[in-house]
């Protein structure tokens, strides 16, 4: 190491103490530099595993409840009617519940009554207006279901009053001769 020209030996020893001070700062600076670069190499590589060490548990427990929840209701059926969809368990039950329950609820199903015909006129329609696909070998199947747990009921007595349509009259209990 050069020192400057003129000084005497003691200056010359302080003059080198500073400069190696200030090297071994810079050393030291650099290392700490160093330091960080690595951890985060080594951090990229690992990034989920170290999250995943924290939340693992919590995580696993919560699919867990959810998917067996899930598997619960979805084929849980009572007094033979499947409780998801309130459809009639029985032959073609798969075949519905797998075609038409996919753009609109069960309920729009299950709330209708019809004879084969009628059935076959309503899937007709979402044929042709909603988009609703060919069937094959599954409509029979789906047509004997629908016909066979939502006919039209046979009425044992008169429709309901419309309470709007009825005509009101006052009854004159004065002049009832
Ligand atoms: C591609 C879509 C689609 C599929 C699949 C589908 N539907 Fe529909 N369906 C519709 C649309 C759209 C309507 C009209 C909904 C509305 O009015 O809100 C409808 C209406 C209905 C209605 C009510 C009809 C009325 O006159 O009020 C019934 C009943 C029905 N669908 C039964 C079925 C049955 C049974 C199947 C299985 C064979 C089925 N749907 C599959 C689209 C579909």
């Known amino acids: 190491m050069k020192t400057p020209e003129g000084l005497n030996d003691k200056q010359k020893d302080q003059y080198q103490e500073a400069w190696l001070d200030t090297l071994r700062t810079f050393i030291f600076g650099a290392k700490t530099i160093l330091f960080f670069v690595f951890a985060a190499l080594l951090y990229i590589p690992l990034e989920d595993d170290i999250k995943n060490l924290f ?68 899937i007709i329609w979402m044929q042709e207006k909603q988009g609703l696909w060919d069937l094959g070998d599954r409509k029979p199947i789906i047509l004997d279901y629908l016909s066979t747990h939502y006919a039209p009921i046979k009425k044992g007595r008169r429709d309901n009053i419309d309470i709007a349509e009825v005509e009101w009259y006052i009854l004159d209990l004065e002049n009832t001769d």
């Open 55 to 122: 939340k693992e548990k919590q995580e696993v427990k919560v699919t867990t409840n959810r998917s067996t929840e899930k598997d619960e209701d979805y084929d849980r059926v009572e007094n033979g009617i499947h409780v998801q969809t309130g459809f009639v368990v029985a032959p073609g039950f798969d075949e519905v519940r797998a075609n038409c329950t996919v753009c609109h609820s069960s309920k729009l199903v299950t709330q209708n009554r019809a004879t084969r015909e009628g059935w076959e006129q309503m």
